[in-house]
C-alpha cells in the first residue's frame, strides 16, 4: 500500500508540472510574422514563421530540392485575400489558403492549399491542393531570415516575393479593381437612404475618375443631384457634357458648380472645378 502511495503521489507532482510546463511560453527560433498589402480594396495577409540562416547550408540541404515545404518554419505558412484574386491565370476565391512550395534548383512550384491550418507539412494532401504554378527562382542579396515582401505594388497587382539566404522566388497576384468597386457601388446605392447623395456622387466620381461604368454612373449623378444641388455633383454632371463634346455646356455647369460651392456653409475649394473650366475652355 505504502508503494502504491508513493507512486500514486510521483504520478500526481509529474502530472502538475507537465500542467504548468504547458503553460510555459517560450521565444520561437524562429519567430512569427505577419505582411499585409493592399491592391484596389483587397487585402493580402501572409502568415508566417522565420528561420534564420545559422550559418546553415540551405537550399538542397536543410530544405530539399523536389520535396514539399511548409515555405517556413512552425506551423504552414498562409496566404489570405479579402476578395478574389487571380494568380498565373487562375481565378482564386477570397480566402485563407496553405501556401507551400516546392523547392528546385532550376524551378519551383508554388501550391494554394485548401487546408490552411497545418503544422508544417506532415498533413499536408495535394487532393486538397488549389492551384498549383511553377516559378523561377532568382539570386539575390544575402537574407538571414526568411522574409516575405510584397514589391511592384500596382492599383491592380502585386508580386509576391520570399527571400532566403541568397535566393528569392516571387509570383503576381491580379485584383479585378474596377469590377469589385462597381459592384461594391451597387449595392451600397440600392442599400442608401433617399436623402443620400454622397454614396451615388462618389460612386460617379471614381467611374469618371477612371473611364469604368460611365452609362450607370450617369444615372447616380442624377440621382445625387435629385437630393442636393451640391457642388461635386455639378462637376460630375459638366465632366459628362465634356465627354459628350459640349464643352460649353461643360464650362456653364462648371460655373454653377464654382457658385455653388462657395455659397456653402463652409465653403468648398473650387480650385480643382477653376482648372476643369481652363481645360474646357481652351
Known amino acids: 500500500m505504502k508503494k502504491l502511495f508513493s507512486f500514486v503521489l510521483a504520478f500526481a507532482l509529474l502530472a502538475g508540472a507537465g500542467a504548468a510546463f504547458a503553460q510555459l511560453e517560450l521565444p520561437r527560433p524562429s519567430p512569427k510574422a505577419s505582411v499585409m498589402q493592399q491592391v484596389g480594396i483587397t487585402e493580402m495577409t501572409i502568415t508566417y514563421s522565420r528561420p534564420g540562416v545559422k550559418g546553415r547550408a540551405i537550399w538542397g540541404e536543410l530544405v530539399p530540392w523536389g520535396e514539399v515545404w511548409r515555405t517556413g518554419a512552425n506551423e504552414a505558412t498562409t496566404i489570405t485575400f479579402s476578395t478574389p484574386v487571380t494568380i498565373a491565370g487562375t481565378a482564386v476565391p477570397a480566402g485563407t489558403y496553405g501556401l507551400f512550395t516546392i523547392p528546385g534548383e532550376k524551378e519551383w512550384t508554388v501550391i494554394l492549399n485548401k487546408a490552411a491550418k497545418q503544422w508544417g507539412a506532415y498533413e499536408y494532401k495535394p487532393e486538397e491542393d488549389l492551384l498549383r504554378f511553377p516559378v523561377t527562382p532568382t539570386a539575390a542579396p544575402f537574407t538571414e531570415r526568411l522574409t516575405f515582401t510584397f514589391p511592384n505594388t500596382t492599383p491592380d497587382g502585386t508580386d509576391v516575393t520570399l527571400t532566403w539566404k541568397e535566393l528569392a522566388v516571387s509570383f503576381h497576384v491580379a485584383v479585378d479593381v474596377h469590377s469589385q ?83 456653402a456653409d463652409p465653403k468648398t475649394d473650387t480650385t480643382m472645378v477653376e482648372r476643369f473650366i481652363k481645360e474646357w475652355s481652351q
Do not use: H
Not at 192 to 217: M, S
Open 181 to 263: 468597386v462597381l459592384d461594391g457601388a451597387r449595392k451600397a446605392i440600392a442599400a442608401a437612404k433617399e436623402d443620400d447623395w454622397r454614396t451615388p456622387l462618389r460612386a460617379a466620381t471614381y467611374c469618371l475618375d477612371n473611364g469604368v461604368g460611365l452609362d450607370e454612373a450617369r444615372g447616380w449623378v442624377e440621382r445625387s443631384l435629385a437630393v442636393q444641388a451640391s457642388m461635386g455633383g455639378l462637376l460630375a454632371q459638366a465632366r459628362f457634357a465634356a465627354l459628350d463634346g459640349d464643352k460649353a455646356a461643360a464650362v456653364k455647369l462648371a460655373r454653377r458648380a464654382i457658385t455653388v460651392g462657395k455659397q
